[in-house]
């Protein structure tokens, strides 16, 4: 993993609802919508957050939310063009911010033109290859798709051609100044495609980061095989929030052992929400609880990600439906300053836990240990080398005290309440806690 990416804190956006842009492509020749410079008004806000990192979803020209690319060498009209992007990305190296983009790479949409000359010209396209195609009894074209969306086609990863066209993709964006790649639908892939793009990308830029989005475990093959560099982190996502519904922290628990195996080979990333998944806000049944997923998130190793709007509390539920993903993906005012100020208490908390992991960044590589658990009360510490902090949570309805060998002195965390106790070589800890400002 380069080392910038070790101190990164990534704020993950969805520019075509952020932005408001229109649900579908624009008609051909339409002009661009120059709605992608809108996020550089948000840059000052990102870094007064305590991120140093802006996460894209989707720019690439697409048919209707970004994961079904006709054009990967095209920014999306709606959004704007080259340019807009590339000044996005400078106005962010300007303030120190490293830039992500999206690459869906598993499959296409049927606008894609090696896909269009498919269906054009059949088994006998030059690109045929490019694709898991055949005919069935009747002699009509078969396409394997994503997971049974037939706009989404898959592409063929055994073809070298392939390879050789995401790695193209992936290098001249690079060029273009972003840092990294989040890999979409990465699980879908085999490692070995993985391996064979990310050794080719890498010989162009070293320093490049790899993310790919993996949903369940095994996690590891997609790092020792793949050549990536992180995954996201589902499994202690799941725990962080229905741990706290169920008042179950035995789950937690269990998810944090599984954490700690998994960061001995790698660095995930975690999250408490993205663009995929009902809002945190809207996941937990009880609102004194977010602090407590926000905790979890900021103690652990791995590389955090906040989603927009996460940080002002937004609520948003995620439904399997055509328009389903929309709660969770809506526009945002013009600037910071168009935001509600409910939000606001939200967004402090958010800045004290990311300080803390600012001030303690040992915590990327920690390992992270259980001490003691009820159903509604966990102690776990994690720790690098003589740096620690042990961290307290109560979801219970009564005041918890935790005791030796626990802690050096009783600590009573009152009922939902949490805190965190970061040990300084040669001193006293020092307390933060839910209660504290």
């Given at each position: 993993?380069?080392d910038?990416?070790?101190?990164?804190?990534?704020?993950?956006?969805?520019?075509?609802?952020f932005?408001?842009?229109?649900?579908?492509?624009?008609p051909?020749?339409?002009?661009?919508?120059?709605?992608?410079?809108?996020?550089?008004?948000w840059l000052?806000?990102?870094?007064?957050?305590?991120?140093?990192?802006?996460?894209?979803?989707?720019?690439f020209a697409?048919?209707?939310?970004?994961?079904?690319?006709?054009d990967y060498?095209?920014v999306?009209?709606?959004?704007?063009?080259r340019a807009?992007?590339?000044?996005?990305?400078?106005?962010?190296?300007?303030?120190?911010v490293?830039?992500?983009l999206?690459?869906?790479?598993?499959?296409?949409?049927?606008?894609f033109a090696p896909?269009?000359d498919?269906?054009?010209?059949g088994?006998?396209?030059?690109y045929?290859?490019?694709?898991?195609v055949?005919?069935?009894a009747?002699?009509?074209?078969?396409?394997?798709?994503?997971?049974g969306?037939?706009?989404?086609?898959?592409?063929?990863?055994d073809?070298?051609a392939?390879?050789?066209?995401?790695?193209?993709?992936?290098t001249?964006?690079?060029?273009?100044?972003?840092?990294g790649?989040?890999?979409?639908?990465?699980?879908?892939?085999?490692?070995?495609?993985?391996a064979?793009v990310?050794?080719?990308?890498?010989?162009?830029?070293?320093?490049?980061?790899?993310?790919?989005?993996?949903?369940?475990?095994?996690y590891?093959?997609?790092v020792?095989?793949?050549?990536?560099?992180?995954?996201t982190?589902?499994?202690?996502?799941?725990?962080?929030?229905?741990?706290?519904?169920?008042?179950?922290l035995?789950e937690l628990?269990?998810?944090l052992?599984?954490?700690?195996?998994?960061?001995?080979s790698?660095r995930?990333?975690?999250?408490v929400?993205n663009?995929?998944?009902?809002?945190?806000?809207?996941?937990?049944?009880?609102?004194?609880?977010?602090?407590h997923?926000?905790?979890?998130?900021?103690?652990v190793?791995g590389?955090?990600?906040?989603y927009?709007?996460d940080?002002?509390?937004?609520?948003?539920?995620?439904?399997?439906?055509e328009?389903?993903?929309?709660a969770?993906?809506?526009?945002?005012?013009?600037?910071?300053?168009?935001?509600a100020?409910y939000?606001?208490?939200?967004?402090?908390?958010?800045?004290?836990?990311?300080?803390?992991?600012?001030?303690?960044?040992?915590?990327?590589?920690?390992?992270?240990?259980?001490?003691?658990?009820?159903?509604?009360?966990?102690?776990?510490r994690?720790?690098?080398?003589?740096r620690s902090?042990?961290?307290?949570?109560?979801i219970?309805?009564?005041?918890?005290?935790?005791?030796?060998?626990?802690?050096?002195?009783?600590?009573?965390?009152?009922?939902?309440?949490?805190?965190?106790?970061?040990?300084q070589?040669?001193?006293?800890?020092?307390?933060?806690?839910?209660?504290s400002?």
């Open positions: 993993m380069p910038w990416a070790r101190s990164t804190i990534w704020w993950q956006v969805y520019p075509l609802g932005t408001g842009a229109e649900k579908t492509a624009l051909t020749g339409s002009p661009p919508q120059h709605r992608l410079g809108r996020l550089e008004a000052d806000y990102l870094v007064e957050l305590g991120c140093n990192g802006l996460a894209l979803g989707p720019v697409s048919e209707t939310h970004g994961y079904d690319t006709v060498e095209q999306d009209a709606r959004l704007g063009d807009d992007l590339e000044s996005l990305i400078a106005a962010c190296h300007a303030r120190g490293r830039v992500l999206d690459g869906v790479f598993n499959h296409v949409g049927r606008g896909f269009q498919v269906l054009a010209n088994l006998d396209s030059a045929a290859s490019w694709f898991r055949g005919t069935d009747d002699g009509e074209l078969t396409y394997a798709d994503f997971e969306h037939r706009h989404l086609v898959a592409l063929n990863h073809e070298p392939v390879i050789d066209h995401v790695a193209t993709v992936m001249r964006w690079l060029d273009a100044g972003a840092d790649w989040r890999l979409d639908a990465a699980y879908a892939v085999p490692p070995a495609f993985w064979a990310s050794a080719r990308v890498r010989e162009r830029h070293p320093d490049v980061w790899l993310v790919g989005e993996v949903l369940h475990a095994p590891e093959p997609f020792r095989e793949g050549g990536l560099d992180s995954v982190q589902y499994e202690l996502w799941k725990a962080a929030w229905s741990a706290l519904n169920d008042r179950n035995f628990s269990w998810a052992q599984r954490h700690d195996e998994f960061t001995r790698f995930p990333m975690t999250f929400g663009h995929d998944v009902t809002r945190i806000a809207s996941r937990l049944d009880d609102p004194r609880h977010l602090g997923a926000l905790v979890v998130l900021f103690t190793a590389i955090p990600c906040i927009a709007g940080e002002q509390g937004f609520t948003g539920v995620k439904e399997e439906s328009r389903g993903d929309d969770v993906r809506p526009p945002f005012p013009a600037d910071p300053g168009g935001l100020p939000g606001r208490d939200v967004f402090a908390l958010h800045q004290r836990l990311i300080g803390l992991r600012r001030r303690n960044d040992w915590l990327v590589d920690a390992r992270t240990e259980v001490l003691t658990q009820t159903n509604t009360s966990i102690a776990y994690s720790s690098a080398g003589d902090c042990t961290v307290l949570l109560n219970g309805a009564e005041p918890h005290t935790f005791s030796k060998p626990v802690t050096v002195d009783d600590v009573v965390v009152p009922e939902h309440g949490w805190t965190i106790l970061v040990g070589p040669g001193g006293p800890d020092q307390a933060i806690s839910s209660t400002s």
